[in-house]
């Protein structure tokens, strides 16, 4: 596999990192993951503008190079045709301590994936050994600081579930370990909005085009959902089971899917 590091590809036996990297010793850094399809970067310029936002957020300055050119470079260098892109930007290398240097060197990783084969429904849990905190800045922010989602989804498979629902510090519904939660409620198709502590997906944005609308949602609304699914940069995912009740609906997912490109 190639990747691009820095300012060009290079072969992954050759890629190096420094261990002095603030993205590996604090997880200071962004990451995107993107949909290649048909060759193409979909939402190639919602993707930009959140990673963007979120370096504004933390303070950090984005590298000086056509980003889109990198990306497109990479998929064409791995006969990316279908598949998956990351984009990692950490802080780069810096002293010992939490505050970044005055004139940080950032690091910058694109690396490529196949996409991987269809995920059946889902099968969620409500995690209860950790909550998104709704007051952080972080909460909009796609951090290479995951562990709270790691937490989340390690609870969920002792639980034999596919992943976890994370709530807030009020106790209401924010997002999963890796997507957006959809739920239809008395024939309304709603979704948690970014206050509740919720990540800015591509696709939830996608799908809110599409009609459906924001509100607070606690545990006890998605217990009496009709139809529940998942969206995340790779696409829409039915769910099954939330807490063991069984989720037949399948259909307002299925027409989105028909609907919007790489759902």
Same mark, same amino acid.
């Not at 596999?1 to 820095?6: A, E, Q, T």
């Not at 190639?44 to 930009?48: E, N, R, T, V």
């Not at 970014?194 to 809110?208: D, I, K, Q």
């Given at each position: 596999?190639?990747?691009?590091?820095?300012t060009?590809l290079?072969e992954e036996?050759?890629?190096?990192?420094?261990?002095?990297?603030?993205g590996?010793t604090?997880?200071d850094?962004?990451f995107?993951?993107?949909?290649?399809?048909?060759g193409?970067?979909?939402r190639?310029?919602?993707?930009?503008a959140?990673?963007?936002?979120?370096?504004?957020?933390?303070?950090?300055?984005?590298?000086?190079?056509?980003?889109?050119?990198?990306?497109?470079?990479?998929?064409e260098?791995n006969?990316l045709?279908?598949g998956?892109?990351?984009?990692?930007?950490?802080?780069g290398?810096?002293?010992? =301590? !939490? /505050? &970044?240097?005055?004139e940080?060197?950032?690091?910058f990783?694109?690396? +490529?994936?196949?996409? #991987?084969?269809p995920?059946p429904p889902?099968?969620?849990?409500?995690a209860?050994g950790t909550?998104?905190?709704d007051?952080?800045?972080?909460a909009?922010?796609?951090?290479?600081?995951?562990?709270d989602?790691i937490?989340a989804?390690?609870?969920?498979a002792?639980?034999?579930?596919?992943?976890?629902v994370?709530?807030?510090?009020?106790?209401?519904?924010?997002?999963?370990?890796i997507?957006?939660?959809?739920a239809v409620?008395?024939?309304d198709l709603?979704?948690?909005p970014?206050?509740? =502590? !919720? /990540? &800015?997906?591509?696709?939830?944005?996608?799908?809110?085009a599409?009609? +459906?609308?924001?509100? #607070?949602?606690t545990?006890?609304d998605l217990?009496?959902?009709?139809e529940i699914?998942?969206?995340?940069?790779?696409?829409?995912r039915s769910v099954a089971?939330?807490?063991g009740r069984?989720?037949?609906?399948?259909?307002?997912a299925?027409?989105?899917?028909?609907r919007?490109?790489?759902?």
């Open positions: 596999m190639k990747l691009w590091l820095g060009g290079v036996d050759a890629a190096r990192l420094s261990p002095f990297d603030r590996f604090l997880g850094g962004l995107e993951t993107l949909r290649v399809r048909e193409a970067v979909l190639l310029s919602a993707h930009l959140r990673l963007a936002a979120g370096a504004g957020v933390l303070g950090m300055a984005l590298p000086a190079l056509d980003l889109a050119a990198a990306l497109a470079a990479t998929a260098a006969g045709a279908e998956v892109l990351r984009l990692t930007l950490s802080r290398t810096g002293p010992r =301590g !939490v /505050l &970044p240097p005055a940080p060197n950032p690091t990783v694109i690396t +490529a994936a196949p996409l #991987p084969a995920a889902a099968r969620l849990v409500i209860q909550r998104r905190n007051r952080s800045p972080l909009q922010v796609k951090s290479l600081n995951y562990l989602n937490l989804r390690q609870e969920a002792r639980r034999g579930a596919d992943d976890g994370l709530l807030n510090t009020q106790e209401r519904v924010a997002e999963t370990s997507a957006n939660v959809f409620i008395g024939g709603v979704t948690p970014l206050s509740e =502590g !919720v /990540l &800015p997906g591509v696709m939830r944005a996608a799908v809110l599409e009609g +459906a609308g924001e509100r #607070p949602l545990p006890e217990g009496r959902a009709a699914f998942l969206t995340s940069a790779l696409g829409i089971a939330l807490e069984t989720l037949p609906g399948r259909a307002v299925e027409r989105l899917r028909a919007i490109a790489g759902a």
